[in-house]
């Protein structure tokens, strides 16, 4: 597979296959990660990988907190912060893409709610990572970690499978930090869902457009 045909396949999947990715093939991918650029080498990532009983500990331990009522408590700056203009459009028209295909209607507050809430079920992937980095750092090392997670996923892509970048799933960091061996010192930048993508579930379908070369991109001369 050409770079080019990973990078145009690569989609944010949020309905998976129950199927478990074998051991040998996770720790090959995530090995060829490894080799993801970053600022003077710094490699500033940490991974851990949740599968099985872990994960669904950690599924409930989050269910828990979030219905306890508890706000949620991001280290990092969440991701619809400070969002205006065309990125706050752009922002609303994949939430009224994903909404349509689902048949869901703007006042269906409790359907919208049940499909947020999928976020922390991770979309039934049997398998989700937690990104994490020194909770002193700041944007460039962030750049380096959106570096990595698209190596990460591009490499997923390769072997057949899919996944879903997660800035929700920062949100409620303490049942993590519980369960995962996280660093001290690291905060939770995102997570990542991962697995066989399930072709039967509607929310698949989404196909979420790009804005023309002309808006984002100039040569000059």
Request: charged share 20%; net charge negative.
């Amino acid at each position: 597979m050409k770079v080019s045909d990973a990078v145009k396949a690569r989609r944010s999947i949020r309905g998976y296959k129950p199927d478990p990715v074998p051991q040998e093939l996770l720790e090959q991918i995530f090995d060829q990660a490894r080799f993801a650029p970053s600022n003077c080498n710094t490699q500033p990532w940490h991974t851990v990988v949740l599968s099985g009983q872990a994960r669904k500990d950690l599924q409930a331990a989050i269910f828990e907190e979030i219905m306890s009522g508890k706000a949620p408590t991001p280290v990092f700056t969440p991701g619809d912060a400070g969002l205006t203009g065309v990125y706050k459009d752009r922002q609303y028209q994949c939430a009224f893409t994903y909404y349509g295909i689902m048949e869901i209607k703007r006042h269906e507050k409790e359907k919208r709610q049940q499909l947020a809430m999928k976020n922390w079920e991770f979309f039934d992937a049997p398998h989700v990572a937690f990104i994490s980095m020194p909770a002193s750092m700041g944007a460039v090392n962030a750049v380096d970690i959106g570096i990595y997670l698209q190596t990460l996923m591009l490499l997923l892509v390769e072997n057949g499978l899919a996944s879903c970048p997660q800035g929700a799933l920062a949100l409620y960091p303490d049942p993590v930090f519980k369960i995962a061996n996280i660093p001290d010192g690291n905060a939770i930048i995102c997570g990542l869902s991962f697995g066989y993508e399930d072709v039967g579930a509607r929310i698949n379908d989404v196909i979420m457009d790009r804005d023309p070369l002309a808006d984002l991109v100039q040569f000059i001369s």
